[in-house]
Nanobody, 127 residues
Framework: QLQLVESGGGLVQPGGSLRLSCAAS????????IGWFRQAPGKEREGVSC????????NYADSVKDRFTISRDNAQNTVNLQMNSLKPQHTAVYSCAAGNPRLVLFRSCASFEYDYWGQGTQVTVSS
């Protein structure tokens, strides 16, 4: 059974940093396209950053460009999201998802294109 587990969330002050990790069991993440998504209370889920299995440049939401960095650690079978200069509006439940490879260099963050989802980890940015 394919499972994704997120970790690294928590409470951080504005301007701080967190590193989220998405770990897999039952499959290797480097085969799949991977996305990070978030959902804030009362809001729809939105794509934060997505990365293709084919290499190429990651896709970032405009609101997180130059703040967040997605990366693969194939040795650890994880995909990480480094979040810097956090703001209160970044507060949300962050989830990772895996999608069957689409063999493109620039991966869409449309959530319906992703097949396997983790439970999410809470990120709270507050003083």
């Amino acid at each position: 059974q394919l499972q994704l587990v997120e970790s690294g969330g928590g409470l951080v002050q504005p301007g701080g940093s967190l590193r989220l990790s998405c770990a897999a069991s039952g499959f290797t993440l480097d085969y799949y396209d991977i996305g990070w998504f978030r959902q804030a209370p009362g809001k729809e889920r939105e794509g934060v950053s997505c990365i293709s299995s084919s290499g190429g440049n990651p896709n970032y939401a405009d609101s997180v460009k130059d703040r967040f960095t997605i990366s693969r650690d194939n040795a650890q079978n994880t995909v990480n999201l480094q979040m810097n200069s956090l703001k209160p509006q970044h507060t949300a439940v962050y989830s990772c998802a895996a999608g069957n490879p689409r063999l493109v260099l620039f991966r869409s963050c449309a959530s319906f294109e992703y097949d396997y989802w983790g439970q999410g980890t809470q990120v709270t940015v507050s003083s």
